[in-house]
């Protein structure tokens, strides 16, 4: 067996994989009963290897979810997994004759098998494709109602409609899905949402009714007895055994972080000439290979999560902040602020009006940094990292607890192995003045 096979952040399920009783107990319940299920944690949690785990792939219709992506994106590419084309009264293709009134917004040629001709209606008429009937029915493509009917035309009642990176979609478009989840939930539709964030009722903040009619599954958090048993599992693949006190200190940098585990665990075998498996037991005992190990992580880290805090501290100079607003350089002064924090202080969170107390301390007009001004900055966050193409995202704000938490998972482990003052010099202020200072400094 390969090494990228047991240990690592891979898409595909690696080896190392274990099942948590609280989590994996959760999802299965979850999954037998009729809710709509959310799972959600930090990034480089596990949590779709948790869904591969537990729904066949042919169980599944996924959706990977974009900040471009509108919900009529998401239905369309529902439907078209499903064998349904979608065309516009404009539209003329080979096979298929379309004569009715420009009234309706879309028609849906449903796959009919099983021999027979298909009534057409308005207008329309079907044809016969390699053994296929088609037949035109006229929706509305932004209604979740007339989306799920098509659905459960073609069978979908079977399938779990799954939304990967749910967290990327706009405001709008999370709300309006929530609304729709409760559609869906009434006519037997299944769906499965994939976010990264923290806290609880994530869903139920944009439509009420969902509570009590969403079954959630945190994937965290992860504890050392977990990460033990992950690591075992790991070393029996590949024969190999990781002294103690190396994996107590890989699981103490980890801070709570799987994907940070498994990829130093990965990175130690590389170092140590461990690529598969092995033909005879073999000891990884060497603390200057863990040493190595960890510094080559925190370099990769590095190379992706400064030009993350770059973007997102450049976000002061949006053309579409107010003047007044984007003259106090808010996010810059938040990654500021962050970077220069311990693990204890990040790992729950920074409240709102701590963060701003923060951000006056070090500002240099700080009673111009107004309590509806770091709000509205963090509120728009999501688009802020959305538009500079930070996948996935670094920071999100829960409005209901008003706390700003780290999601991406591996920022711990940065953060709490870089130099905070190395990196800010490696971010310029989005002051022209205090920019140009900062070079000559």
Known sequence: MLLNEVFGVARDQ????????????????A??????????????????????????????????CGPTMTVEDIYRSLLRQQGVEIVTEKSAEQGRELSASVSAKFKAMLPLFGGGEAEATGGASATRADGE?????????????????????????????????????????????????????????????????RERNRLVQYNGDLQDRVAEVPVEPWSDADFERVAEKGERALNISIAPELKA???????????????????????AGVNETMPAPFPIS?????????????????????????????????????????????????VFV???????????????????????AIHTHPDNVRTSDVTGMLLRLPKLQ???????????????SRRV???DSTLYFFIDNCDPDDVMAEIPHPDPERSTAQRQG
């Not at 959305?386 to 209901?400: M, N, R, S, V």
Request: glycine content about 6%.
């Open 405 to 407: 938490k780290i999601v």
């Open 286 to 334: 060497d603390r200057e290979l863990l040493a190595e190990a960890i510094e080559a992580k925190v370099a990769e880290y590095a190379s992706r999560h400064v030009r993350s805090l770059e973007a997102i501290a450049a976000g002061s100079r949006s053309r579409r902040a107010t003047e007044e607003t984007a003259a106090l350089f808010l996010p810059y002064y938040l």
């Open 14 to 29: 690696v080896a190392s994989y274990i099942e948590r009783d609280a989590v994996d107990a959760a999802l299965q319940n």
């Open 31 to 64: 999954l037998a009963g009729s809710r709509q299920i959310v799972i959600y944690g930090s990034s480089k949690q596990g949590k779709t290897s948790l869904l591969q785990r537990h729904v066949e792939a042919d169980d599944r219709i996924t959706v990977h």
């Open 133 to 197: 009937q088609r037949t035109p029915i006229e929706f509305n493509l932004a209604n979740g109602q007339d989306v799920g009917e098509l659905l459960l035309k073609v069978g979908s009642e079977r399938k779990f409609h799954v939304l990967e990176n749910f967290h990327y979609l706009t405001d709008d478009a999370q709300n309006q899905l929530a609304f729709d989840l409760r559609t869906f939930e009434e006519m037997g539709l299944r769906f499965v949402i994939l976010g990264v964030w």
């Open 338 to 360: 962050l970077v220069n924090r311990s693990y204890a202080e990040l790992r729950d969170g920074i409240e709102r009006k701590t963060l701003q107390e923060l951000i006056r």
């Open 249 to 271: 200190k890989i699981f103490a940098e980890a801070h709570g972080s799987i994907g940070v585990v498994q990829e130093l665990l990965k990175k130690l075998c590389e170092l």
């Open 386 to 400: 959305a538009d500079a193409k930070i996948k996935p995202p670094l920071f999100d704000f829960d409005p209901g």
